[in-house]
């Protein structure tokens, strides 16, 4: 199964995309948290087990690290400089820059359950079956908006990566292991085990 998209057109001239995928998520008769990046809709498929018990595999090395902002499956918005909503993504496992403030939860409310994403220093995607939203629009989007570090599992291709830094909101260095060998980030993240995704 791959994402189902739906393209922009369909939302109404002014509507939020927040409305939309509100919509979306309220006629789904199975739980979903769609996103919204590079001007469409995207549906992610459910996640099955060894997808979640990698990400939250993850989170818990960050966690032991010392790093007790990680956290899973909370949704981050992406605004164009005059305050539209420029994307809407829900990331697998993410280190946040501080615990949210009271302004922080403010913009949530307001933003119908979206935290800015200023507050995210370093996003991690695992690939399911629709691994090219993981390895191009989404890391297009965090580049593009400056989160730090961007830590992607590639099931698929059987690699994972990290991209530092972004220049000029490009990802322009990597360094990539074979899934199962350890992958190293930048200071002051520790070196992650990617043994939790076997063959």
């Not at 919509?23 to 459910?46: D, F, K, M, N, W």
């Not at 099955?48 to 990680?70: I, S």
Request: glycine share 6%; net charge negative; charged share 25%.
């Amino acid at each position: 199964m791959s994402a189902e998209s739906i393209s922009e057109p369909f939302m109404e001239p002014g509507q939020d995309p927040i409305d939309l995928l509100i919509a979306i998520e309220e006629a789904s008769q199975a739980p979903i948290r769609p996103e919204y990046i590079e001007g469409t809709v995207l549906v992610p498929p459910q996640p099955e087990h060894r997808h979640n018990a990698g990400a939250v595999k993850l989170t818990v090395q960050f966690h032991a690290a010392g790093f007790d902002l990680a956290g899973v499956n909370n949704g981050y918005r992406v605004a164009h400089q005059d305050g539209r909503t420029r994307a809407l993504l829900v990331p697998d496992f993410c280190i946040c820059r501080r615990e949210p403030t009271d302004l922080d939860e403010a913009y949530r409310r307001t933003r119908r359950g979206w935290y800015p994403i200023d507050l995210i220093a370093l996003v991690g995607e695992v690939t399911s079956s629709d691994h090219e939203t993981d390895t191009g629009p989404k890391l297009r989007t965090c580049a593009a908006a400056d989160v730090p570090v961007h830590v992607l599992v590639d099931r698929h291709a059987k690699k994972a990566c990290c991209h530092p830094a972004p220049v000029e909101g490009r990802c322009t260095t990597r360094t990539e292991v074979d899934l199962g060998r350890p992958l190293p980030l930048p200071e002051p993240y520790p070196t992650l085990d990617t043994a939790p995704f076997p063959d």
